[in-house]
């Protein structure tokens, strides 16, 4: 099922205060494609688990191996 590859789903400001930034970088990231969200409902955004770890792999210039 694709929700099992997503992994766990975090909200804009659980991945704020993981990364130490604010939620308005977050949205930022968001806004220019650098970090892909899940839209649920209206003005619900979550972000998979293997995203954001897509996202700090990329950040670092790390190949992730599959």
Known sequence: ????ELGK???VE???ER???S???IYN???QGK???LRLGGS???IAESELNNFVLQSMNVKEEK
């Open 35 to 37: 970090l892909k969200v």
């Open 29 to 31: 990231w968001i806004n």
């Open 19 to 21: 990364l130490n930034v």
């Open 44 to 46: 619900t955004l979550r």
């Open 1 to 4: 099922m694709v929700l099992n």
């Open 14 to 16: 659980d991945i704020a």
């Open 9 to 11: 789903l975090y909200s």
């Open 23 to 25: 939620s308005r970088t």
